[in-house]
């Protein structure tokens, strides 16, 4: 089944506390991007990604970063998380940049 | 700057009421633009892709349309399984999924 996956699906951790989020595709997909997703602000991009070894930085990358090693999986890393990051992340991925994304299932990040 | 501004905020629906969402966009040189549907707690789900003004597409109760500055999402004859946060987003010029800050639907049986 094509899909976008990511783990954990719930994380609850303390401020100052490294941790990655995975998420990896099994679709061939050269663009894989991460989202945050929060009441009232909506869906925003963090990082993206246009092929392996090769990312950018989105809407709001401060406190994140990433890589891209592999084709198909691009993990998310907080290395000092903080309370305002408390959101619920999105990973996403398509054939190439400007074409239909497609979803995985989210992670629910609280930072304490 | 690409723009996004879905209407209404909430919409709630007897069953077998059937009616329209809005998306209006500004954005430099569409290249596509996306509906989502979003369950809670959930990642988006993919429903359309439209390319260009007067472009229609449809899948069982939805229909969705494009103009050069807006796009709707027909919902017709709605169930209750229909229920969800109905996303509207394009990608432009820069190559960036923008999106809006979506509809909640509510139907009711």
């Known amino acids: 089944e094509a899909q976008v996956t990511q783990n954990p699906r719930y994380l609850i951790t303390v401020t100052g506390k490294k941790l990655t989020v995975t998420c990896s595709q099994n679709?061939?997909?050269?663009?894989m991007s991460w989202y945050r997703q929060d009441p009232g602000l909506g869906l925003r991009q963090i990082y993206y990604s246009m092929n392996v070894e090769v990312t950018d930085k989105g809407d709001v990358p401060e406190g994140y970063k990433v890589s891209r090693k592999e084709k198909r999986n691009f993990p998310l890393i907080l290395e000092s998380p903080s309370p305002n990051q408390t959101s619920l992340y999105f990973c996403a991925s398509s054939l190439s940049s400007g074409v239909t994304q497609y979803f995985g299932p989210g992670t629910r990040l609280t930072v304490l | 700057e690409d723009q996004v501004t879905q209407s209404p905020e909430a919409l709630r629906l007897q069953e077998g009421e059937s009616s329209s969402l809005n998306c209006s966009y500004t954005v430099s040189g569409l290249r596509g633009l996306f509906w989502y549907r979003q369950d809670p707690g959930k990642g988006p789900e993919f429903l359309f892709t439209l390319y260009s003004a007067g472009e229609e597409k449809e899948k069982e109760r939805l229909k969705a349309t494009l103009t050069k500055k807006e796009s709707f999402l027909h919902i017709t004859a709605p169930k209750p399984e229909d229920s969800a946060t109905y996303l509207c987003a394009v990608i432009g010029g820069a190559q960036k999924l923008v999106f809006g800050q979506g509809t909640r639907l509510t139907i009711n049986p």
């Open positions: 679709m061939n997909h050269e663009y």
